[in-house]
């Protein structure tokens, strides 16, 4: 078998060696073998986006007893001789991973609300300071158990990120603090975490970040005061005109 390497949905569980090819045994090679060396592939999963799993297999005879039981010995002389394969384990783990008795994630309780309070508001407001947190899991021999990752991402999103950041480990589950983006909207807390050899992992919690009230707003801005002083002048100007104009009186002209 030979997979496209640009197929992030295929794994290559066991491949052949750099000098192995497949052809056909009984016949001349008249042609170059459509699989050579590591491309080969001898056993491959492949897990769709709904999570379904499937594994393929070159040999039937690699899950028979009789290869489980074999001995088996490197080509190379003087090399250890081993009085079983990992056929059995190989195959045990394959029957596990595409029955979704092992590397299945799910997500329990999601949460966020500004810093220093504890339930969400109805909307954030921009700039807030947040804390978003997840509890993911994974099933281990039949028992949900605390994952362990430390490559799990948030996005803040509207249409596209706007804060993409890791989520760290705290006890059972992940936490982040941020500062929301001075722009208001509807956004989503979005997890979308992909790992190899585990299930499709996908949160999604809708809030709304509305603009500052007008009593929110700073009563003078620091950056604004050059137009601040350039209108105080002029009221000063115009006042200082207005009394020179009005008591300004014209000499009387002598006949």
Do not use: C
């Not at 060396?37 to 499937?54: D, E, F, M, P, Y």
């Not at 993409?164 to 705290?170: A, D, E, I, S, V």
């Amino acid at each position: 078998m030979v997979a496209d390497p640009d197929n992030p949905l295929v794994l290559d569980i066991l491949t052949g060696s750099s000098t192995s090819y497949s052809f056909f045994p009984d016949k001349p090679i008249t042609q170059y073998p459509h699989a050579v060396g590591k491309n080969t592939l001898l056993i491959a999963g492949l897990q769709a986006r709904n999570n379904a799993r499937v594994v393929f297999s070159g040999s039937l005879d690699f899950f028979s007893d009789a290869f489980f039981n074999s001995a088996v010995q490197k080509a190379t002389p003087g090399s250890k001789r081993y009085s079983q394969t990992g056929n059995y384990e190989l195959a045990l783990a394959l029957s596990r991973w595409v029955f979704k008795e092992e590397g299945v994630l799910r997500v329990g309780a999601v949460s966020h609300h500004r810093v220093g309070e504890l339930a969400p508001p109805n909307a954030y407001t921009v700039t807030d300071l947040v804390e978003y947190s997840i509890v993911i899991e994974k099933l281990a021999d039949g028992k949900w158990v605390p994952f362990d990752g430390d490559d799990i991402q948030l996005e803040f999103v509207r249409i596209d990120p706007f804060v993409r950041t890791f989520l760290k480990r705290n006890g059972g589950k992940y936490s982040v603090q941020f500062k929301l983006p001075d722009v208001y909207g509807v956004f989503q807390f979005k997890v979308d975490y992909n790992r190899l050899g585990y299930t499709h992992l996908y949160s999604s919690t809708q809030v709304s970040v509305r603009p500052l009230q007008h009593t929110q707003y700073e009563r003078f801005i620091p950056s604004a005061y050059p137009y601040y002083a350039g209108a105080f002048s002029m009221m000063v100007g115009l006042f200082m005109f207005s009394i020179v104009f009005l008591h300004m009186k014209e000499k009387e002209k002598s006949d």
